[in-house]
């Protein structure tokens, strides 16, 4: 059978003999796409962050984490393709793989991209059919979204040193679909937030994410002494985060959350 070529989402190729039935994914959020795809008898490896299907943890081989992937195990699962993220995966990891498995890498910073990389996963797998149909609902929940006046936000993601998600990442594009301002909008990526900076901004509404850090409750006192006069609001980071068919979800998510 000749080989097919796929560029992925960082310019690079990867040739495939066929639809793959050996896939190894080390991205929780495209994880839980393939199992949408209906993919579920070819994935044979996943991290130890893919808890979406809860099921796959019992099922499939947890090859590590997204930044500390085991290497050997990945190669006794001799994988047909292997699916990781620019942001997520070490370089170093990515290129070692990609000496001996066809690696493919998405590089997702805004909707555009998420759908992009759905379409390309689907042409991989032979799954565009399914993948049209959840294409056209995460679509059709985005046009749905009611923008209200813009309001300046801050999305927090990290405590001790606080953090915040920034221009270039796709919580900052998810911000901006639901017609937020991010109030650390000039600074790019993940900026750790200053003395300096926390006095300087004055958001209107914080968010208080469920991941990478476990906000909670009993954090709400703590971020309101910093901002006394904000909407404190604590939200489900994979809706804002997961570029997946999570985003099928997020966008009534996004439409309920109170903002007014």
Known sequence: MPLESFIDQTGSEIRLSGSPTRIVSLVPSQTELLYHLGLEPFVVGITKYCVHPTQWRESKTV?????????EVISRLQPQL???NKEENRKADI??????????????GNLDDALGMIRSVAAMTDTYTIASGIIGQ?????ARIKKGPPKSALYLMWRKPWMAAGAGTFIDAMLGKIGLRNCIGDRRRYPELTPD???AITPEIVFLSSEPFPFREKHVKEVRALWPQSRILLVDGEM????????IQAADYFSALALD
């Open 138 to 142: 995460i679509e059709e929940g985005f």
């Open 197 to 199: 900076l926390i006095a």
């Open 240 to 247: 804002f985060s997961w570029y997946g068919s999570r985003l």
């Open 82 to 84: 292997i699916i990781g």
């Open 63 to 71: 090859v590590g984490g997204t930044k500390t992937p085991d290497l």
């Open 95 to 108: 290129q070692a793989l990609r000496s001996n498995f066809p690696v493919w890498i998405s590089d997702v």
